[in-house]
């Protein structure tokens, strides 16, 4: 069975500054997606950056990017130049990538984000 | 395009009541999921469909029970409400490759069992 697991249950940083949320999840497929996705106080959930695992390369979605590790098996996010609105939960999920079959969305735990004027 | 839409937004519950969380998408998605979120914790899977007529088991089932009849609905049923029911529940759904792109979830329903 998938895990997700995040080590951080709440961060808090200033304005401006960087911070990066860690994310470690557990699979023995080869094809899946990562996500990040952020819940602010209206529990909205809102995607803000996905990875599929056959792209070597780091998606990014401006001030967001992800460090993805494939054989570490570690997908964090960094988010720069923090915003006040970024002030959420942030969730990192894990999904097979499949044609078709019974796939299940897996997410962690959560992490609480707090940007500090 | 509404997406995915829940009813209702809250709702308060007497022990033993019974109620169902509704689900709705308009995306054609194949598979659809039913969450549970406690305070300042993750989500936990409920139930969740392939498909019409395909239903299984998530991490934390009992006291719950799903059907799904069409592509487009996929309710919940609370039957005999407890206290340790009192969460905030979340339907998402999800397309088939090629049209994959992300979950797209409902609002959520804020239930209380008093």
């Known amino acids: 069975a998938q895990t997700v697991t995040q080590s951080q249950p709440e961060m808090s940083v200033q304005e401006a500054e960087t911070v990066t949320l860690s994310c470690t999840y557990d699979t023995s497929e080869n094809n899946y997606y990562l996500f990040w996705y952020k819940q602010p106080p209206s529990r909205q959930m809102i995607l803000v950056i996905r990875q599929e695992a056959y792209k070597q390369q780091n998606a990014t979605e401006n001030r967001f990017s992800v460090n993805f590790q494939k054989a570490a098996k570690s997908f964090s996010l960094k988010i720069s130049d923090s915003q006040l609105g970024d002030t959420a939960m942030y969730f990192c999920?894990?999904?097979?990538?499949?044609?078709?079959?019974?796939?299940?969305?897996?997410f962690g735990q959560g992490t609480r984000l707090t940007i500090n004027p | 395009n509404a997406g995915v839409t829940q009813t209702p937004k809250f709702r308060i519950l007497k022990i033993g009541q019974s109620m169902t969380l509704q689900c709705a998408q308009d995306m054609n998605h194949n598979y659809m999921y039913w969450y549970r979120q406690d305070p300042g914790m993750g989500l936990k899977l409920i139930y969740y469909?392939?498909?019409?007529?395909?239903?299984d088991k998530g991490e934390v089932p009992n006291g719950y029970n799903v059907s799904r009849s069409t592509t487009e609905d996929f309710p919940l049923r609370l039957e005999l409400a407890a206290p340790s029911q009192t969460s905030v529940y979340f339907c998402?759904?999800?397309?088939?490759?090629?049209?994959?792109?992300?979950?797209?979830f409902g609002q959520g329903t804020r239930l209380t069992v008093v």
């Open positions: 998402a759904s999800v397309g088939l490759l090629p049209r994959f792109t992300e979950a797209f």
């Open positions: 999920a894990f999904m097979k990538r499949r044609i078709q079959g019974a796939q299940k969305l897996v």
């Open positions: 469909s392939v498909g019409a007529g395909i239903t």
